[in-house]
């Protein structure tokens, strides 16, 4: 099978798509994010995404300018990896991973990191243990960022003090968010439409540089977190039901790991 590959970059990204959302072009969503993306591309971010009728992509960027609650300059950090339908147990995802070592290698860098949480939507683990990445740092409530390193090097690691930051945001519900997928948009507005029809005084942080991420993030996802009377909760948006009915009961969380609508399907 011969395997092609489309380089997205700024000047061709508005033809070509990012791949989520591509029959949706017309959203707020979709315009949000080609605009965080004309703005990365300048700080070295890469999106390839394969050719139809293949479905797939991977988005990485170099670590200062990674929007995850990481520390990992030096390292190429992998935002998003997403291999879907048809397409998937072809070894496309394996190629999309290698193409991104090789630029990291060829830009010099220490090595490739990503982030893992077997606990949710990102259980890339076992994955990425095939690929020869190693597990270096871990968060509560499940995850791990693992890197593959090119020689010796000083590991990356998570931003702390997430917990304590959240117990600053009092009582309501809190969204720090970025523009960085095109699904937060909805996931904002289900959550707050949702907040003000049970009366739960709620508000919006938009992240707006990956500094901020790191500075003010609450977990080490970061892009994306929901604060519920000063603790994080690890819920699916869609179950928005569920997350608000735990407003102002101490101790209880949803099951479900919080997670906007992507995942990676290899």
């Not at 390839?48 to 950090?77: D, N, S, T």
């Not at 490739?112 to 077997?118: D, F, G, I, K, P």
């Not at 945001?169 to 707050?192: H, M, N, W």
Request: glycine share 10%; aromatic share 10%.
């Amino acid at each position: 099978m011969k395997l092609e590959i489309i380089d997205v970059r700024a000047r061709n990204v508005k033809q070509t798509g990012f791949f989520c959302y591509m029959s949706k072009r017309k959203t707020e969503g979709w315009r949000k994010k080609l605009l965080w993306l004309k703005k990365r591309f300048a700080e070295g971010l890469k999106i390839k995404m394969l050719r139809l009728p293949e479905r797939g992509f991977i988005e990485y960027i170099p670590g200062e300018y990674a929007w995850r609650a990481i520390h990992a300059k030096g390292y190429m950090v992998i935002h998003c990896l997403w291999v879907v339908g048809r397409s998937k147990g072809k070894g496309l995802a394996s190629a999309l991973l290698e193409a991104c070592i090789e630029d990291a290698r060829r830009a010099g860098m220490k090595g490739v990191a990503m982030l893992a949480s077997e606990g949710s939507y990102m259980k890339w683990k076992r994955y990425l243990a095939e690929h020869g990445f190693v597990t270096v740092d871990t968060a509560p409530p499940s995850f791990e960022l693992m890197v593959r390193t090119f020689g010796k090097a000083r590991s990356p690691s998570f931003a702390k003090d997430g917990e304590k930051k959240a117990r600053g945001f009092g009582k309501g519900l809190v969204i720090l968010r970025s523009d960085q997928c095109p699904y937060f948009e909805d996931a904002t507005q289900t959550l707050l439409s949702l907040a003000r029809k049970k009366g739960i005084p709620s508000r919006v942080i938009e992240l707006k540089t990956a500094k901020e991420v790191r500075d003010l993030a609450l977990s080490p996802y970061g892009v994306f977190t929901v604060v519920l009377d000063g603790r994080v909760i690890p819920s699916h948006y869609e179950a928005g039901e569920e997350l608000l009915k735990y407003a102002g009961r101490k101790g209880r969380q949803p099951a479900r790991p919080l997670s906007p609508i992507i995942e990676v399907c290899l």
